[in-house]
């Protein structure tokens, strides 16, 4: 085990699924969106979320996708303390 003087650090990440037909642009407000979950439920590591979308599925809105994203994140997010 490291020495008590030193922090060790951890990374969280966060991966959302969507069925939906997204390009590159959409599936990255997603990501940002799932990020913004991250933060606000107090994961104080760094953190990084990515979003897939399957291509098919509902044609949903953009920012209904968005803000499932961030909700649903938000809710099994399980902050990280240090």
Do not use: N, Q
């Not at 499932?68 to 240090?82: D, K, L, Q, S």
């Amino acid at each position: 085990a490291p020495p008590p003087s030193v922090r060790v650090g951890g990374t969280a990440a966060a991966l959302v699924v969507v069925d939906a037909a997204l390009d590159k642009a959409a599936c990255r407000r997603v990501a940002m969106s799932a990020h913004d979950g991250l933060v606000r439920a107090g994961v104080r590591v760094p953190a990084t979320a990515f979003a897939l979308a399957t291509g098919v599925g509902t044609g949903a809105a953009l920012d209904d996708l968005c803000t499932a994203a961030a909700h649903g994140v938000f809710a099994c997010a399980e902050p990280v303390r240090g």
